[in-house]
C-alpha cells in the first residue's frame, strides 16, 4: 500500500481497454513489496542485482549451500522477463495488475479478484528506462547462468541486445507512456542512467565494442551520491571501472574517477561527503524505505573494495587516503546495524535475531493463510486483519523492512508502509553483502 496519486478517468478507462485483452503468458516473476502487483521496472534491478551478488560473492566458500537457490531465484525473475521482452514484437510487457485497485484492497494473492491489465512500452509509447533495466537484467542473468543452461542463456542474451537496442532506439521515460508507474515507480532520474547501464552490462555479457562505443557517446556523466532502482549511474561506474581495477584497461579510468567520486560523497570520513547518517551511523537518504539505498549503495561498497583489493588500488578523498579495508569495515557497520547492532537493538531482517518487527506491511504475511482459513477473503474483509495489532501469522522470514527514520526511531506498525514494507530491491543487494561477510567471518 503505497502513496496513491490521482489518474484522469479517462486516460485510466482508455489504458486498461488497451491492454486487459493482451492474452499473453506473463506468469511468474515477483510482487514488488507487499501488494499484488508486478511492476517490470523494479522487479528487473531486483534481478540484476541478484545476478551481480551471485557474480561477485557467489563462491563456494560465500554462498556456500545457497548457491542452487540463488540461481533458482534468479531464473524465476529472468523467465519471466524474458517472456516480458518476447511475447509481442515490438512491445516490452513492464506491469500487470492495476495498482490503484490493488492498493484498495488487503487480499492474499490467492484471492485477488481486481482488474489485472498488462501494461507495456514500445516505439510509440517509449520507455527507455524500463528497457535498459530490463536488458541489463537479461544480460546479468546470462553470465550466471550460462553454466547451466548455455541454450537458455542465449536466448537471454538475444532478448537482452533486441530490448537495448529498442531503449536506445526509441528514447523517452517510461512513466511517460503507462500510467501505473507513477506514483510508485516514476522514472525520476530519466533514462540516461538505464541506457548507461544496460550498455555497460551487455558489454560485460558481450563484449561487442558497438556497446562500448554507445555508453562513450553518451555524455551521462550525472554526479551522484544514491544508487537505486530508480537511478543507476553509480553502479554503472563501479562495473565499468572492474575493466580498469582487474583488467588494467586504463581507457576505462574515466568510469574509476566517477566511481570514487561517487564513494567520496558516502564515506563519513570524507571530506567530500554529502550523505546524511542517523545518530547511530545507518547511511540516510530518502525517508520511505530508507533501506532500499543502504542495501544497494552497501553493495557498491563491497564489490569496489574487492576490486580495488585485487590490485592493491587506493585513492583519496581530497586529503583523506581511503583503501579497501576502509570501505569493508565500513560497509560491514552498515550490514550489522540492519541484523541489530543499532540504538533500539532490532534486527529489520525479518526472522533473524530475537527482536524483529513482527506487523509486517506484506498482504501475504498479514493475512490467514489457505490452511488456516480455506474460504475466501474479500477486498474489504482483509482490512481487519491490516488494523489488528496482532503479528502477522505468517513468518516473513529473510525479509528486509523499510527500517528506521533519520533519528533511528522504528515502531512496529502495519500501517507505516513507509518503513514496515519489504520490497525485493531491498534485498537482492544485501544478497551479495551478506555472502560476502559470509566467506569473511562465517555464517555463524
Given at each position: 500500500?503505497?502513496?496513491?496519486?490521482?489518474?484522469?478517468?479517462?486516460?485510466?478507462?482508455?489504458?486498461?481497454?488497451?491492454?486487459?485483452?493482451?492474452?499473453?503468458?506473463?506468469?511468474?516473476?515477483?510482487?514488488?513489496?507487499?501488494?499484488?502487483?508486478?511492476?517490470?521496472?523494479?522487479?528487473?534491478?531486483?534481478?540484476?542485482?541478484?545476478?551481480?551478488?551471485?557474480?561477485?560473492?557467489?563462491?563456494?566458500?560465500?554462498?556456500?549451500?545457497?548457491?542452487?537457490?540463488?540461481?533458482?531465484?534468479?531464473?524465476?525473475?529472468?523467465?519471466?522477463?524474458?517472456?516480458?521482452?518476447?511475447?509481442?514484437?515490438?512491445?516490452?510487457?513492464?506491469?500487470?495488475?492495476?495498482?490503484?485497485?490493488?492498493?484498495?484492497?488487503?487480499?492474499?494473492?490467492?484471492?485477488?479478484?481486481?482488474?489485472?491489465?498488462?501494461?507495456?512500452?514500445?516505439?510509440?509509447?517509449?520507455?527507455?528506462?524500463?528497457?535498459?533495466?530490463?536488458?541489463?537484467?537479461?544480460?546479468?542473468?546470462?553470465?550466471?547462468?550460462?553454466?547451466?543452461?548455455?541454450?537458455?542463456?542465449?536466448?537471454?542474451?538475444?532478448?537482452?541486445?533486441?530490448?537495448?537496442?529498442?531503449?536506445?532506439?526509441?528514447?523517452?521515460?517510461?512513466?511517460?507512456?503507462?500510467?501505473?508507474?507513477?506514483?510508485?515507480?516514476?522514472?525520476?532520474?530519466?533514462?540516461?542512467?538505464?541506457?548507461?547501464?544496460?550498455?555497460?552490462?551487455?558489454?560485460?555479457?558481450?563484449?561487442?565494442?558497438?556497446?562500448?562505443?554507445?555508453?562513450?557517446?553518451?555524455?551521462?556523466n550525472d554526479i551522484t551520491d544514491i544508487f537505486s532502482w530508480d537511478n543507476k549511474f553509480a553502479g554503472a561506474r563501479v562495473?565499468?571501472?572492474?575493466?580498469?581495477?582487474?583488467?588494467?584497461?586504463?581507457?576505462?579510468?574515466?568510469?574509476?574517477?566517477?566511481?570514487?567520486?561517487?564513494?567520496?560523497?558516502?564515506?563519513?570520513?570524507?571530506?567530500?561527503?554529502?550523505?546524511?547518517?542517523?545518530?547511530?551511523?545507518?547511511?540516510?537518504?530518502?525517508?520511505?524505505?530508507?533501506?532500499?539505498?543502504?542495501?544497494?549503495?552497501?553493495?557498491?561498497?563491497?564489490?569496489?573494495?574487492?576490486?580495488?583489493?585485487?590490485?592493491?588500488?587506493?585513492?583519496?578523498?581530497?586529503?583523506?587516503?581511503?583503501?579497501?579495508?576502509?570501505?569493508?569495515?565500513?560497509?560491514?557497520?552498515?550490514?550489522?546495524?540492519?541484523?541489530?547492532?543499532?540504538?533500539?537493538?532490532?534486527?529489520?531482517?525479518?526472522?533473524?535475531?530475537?527482536?524483529?518487527?513482527?506487523?509486517?506491511?506484506?498482504?501475504?504475511?498479514?493475512?490467514?493463510?489457505?490452511?488456516?482459513?480455506?474460504?475466501?477473503?474479500?477486498?474489504?474483509?482483509?482490512?481487519?486483519?491490516?488494523?489488528?495489532?496482532?503479528?502477522?501469522?505468517?513468518?516473513?522470514?529473510?525479509?528486509?523492512?523499510?527500517?528506521?527514520?533519520?533519528?533511528?526511531?522504528?515502531?512496529?506498525?502495519?500501517?507505516?508502509?513507509?518503513?514496515?514494507?519489504?520490497?525485493?530491491?531491498?534485498?537482492?543487494?544485501?544478497?551479495?553483502?551478506?555472502?560476502?561477510?559470509?566467506?569473511?567471518?562465517?555464517?555463524?
Amino acid at each position: 500500500m503505497k502513496a496513491k496519486g490521482k489518474c484522469q478517468t479517462t486516460n485510466l478507462q482508455f489504458h486498461i481497454s488497451q491492454t486487459q485483452n493482451a492474452q499473453v503468458d506473463l506468469t511468474g516473476g515477483y510482487y514488488d513489496a507487499g501488494d499484488n502487483v508486478k511492476f517490470g521496472f523494479p522487479m528487473a534491478f531486483t534481478t540484476t542485482m541478484l545476478a551481480w551478488s551471485i557474480l561477485e560473492f557467489g563462491g563456494k566458500n560465500q554462498m556456500s549451500g545457497q548457491l542452487s537457490e540463488a540461481r533458482a531465484a534468479l531464473k524465476w525473475a529472468s523467465d519471466y522477463l524474458l517472456k516480458a521482452a518476447t511475447q509481442t514484437h515490438g512491445k516490452l510487457y513492464v506491469g500487470v495488475g492495476d495498482p490503484n485497485s490493488d492498493h484498495s484492497c488487503w487480499e492474499r494473492p490467492e484471492d485477488m479478484d481486481t482488474p489485472r491489465p498488462v501494461f507495456s512500452v514500445s516505439s510509440t509509447n517509449p520507455g527507455s528506462d524500463v528497457a535498459g533495466e530490463t536488458a541489463a537484467a537479461l544480460a546479468a542473468s546470462a553470465l550466471v547462468l550460462q553454466s547451466q543452461n548455455r541454450t537458455y542463456t542465449r536466448q537471454l542474451l538475444v532478448a537482452a541486445k533486441d530490448v537495448m537496442d529498442f531503449a536506445m532506439q526509441y528514447r523517452g521515460k517510461y512513466s511517460d507512456s503507462v500510467w501505473t508507474a507513477c506514483p510508485s515507480y516514476c522514472s525520476y532520474s530519466g533514462y540516461m542512467d538505464e541506457l548507461l547501464w544496460g550498455a555497460a552490462w551487455l558489454h560485460k555479457a558481450t563484449k561487442n565494442a558497438t556497446y562500448l562505443n554507445f555508453i562513450n557517446s553518451l555524455g551521462a556523466n550525472d554526479i551522484t551520491d544514491i544508487f537505486s532502482w530508480d537511478n543507476k549511474f553509480a553502479g554503472a561506474r563501479v562495473l565499468l571501472a572492474r575493466k580498469t581495477l582487474v583488467d588494467k584497461d586504463n581507457s576505462f579510468d574515466p568510469f574509476r574517477f566517477q566511481a570514487e567520486d561517487f564513494l567520496c560523497r558516502i564515506l563519513p570520513n570524507s571530506p567530500s561527503k554529502t550523505t546524511q547518517y542517523t545518530p547511530g551511523g545507518l547511511i540516510f537518504k530518502l525517508s520511505s524505505a530508507n533501506l532500499q539505498y543502504v542495501t544497494s549503495i552497501t553493495f557498491l561498497l563491497n564489490t569496489y573494495a574487492k576490486y580495488m583489493a585485487s590490485s592493491g588500488h587506493t585513492f583519496s578523498c581530497q586529503n583523506v587516503l581511503i583503501k579497501s579495508s576502509t570501505i569493508r569495515a565500513f560497509a560491514k557497520k552498515q550490514i550489522d546495524y540492519i541484523l541489530g547492532q543499532n540504538p533500539l537493538g532490532i534486527s529489520y531482517m525479518v526472522g533473524f535475531g530475537t527482536s524483529y518487527p513482527k506487523m509486517v506491511h506484506h498482504r501475504g504475511s498479514s493475512l490467514p493463510s489457505i490452511a488456516s482459513h480455506p474460504t475466501h477473503i474479500g477486498c474489504n474483509d482483509g482490512f481487519q486483519y491490516f488494523f489488528s495489532g496482532n503479528p502477522n501469522p505468517n513468518l516473513l522470514t529473510g525479509a528486509v523492512v523499510g527500517g528506521p527514520d533519520q533519528n533511528d526511531a522504528f515502531s512496529d506498525s502495519r500501517t507505516d508502509y513507509n518503513h514496515l514494507e519489504p520490497a525485493t530491491y531491498i534485498n537482492a543487494p544485501l544478497v551479495g553483502s551478506l555472502a560476502y561477510l559470509a566467506g569473511r567471518y562465517g555464517s555463524g
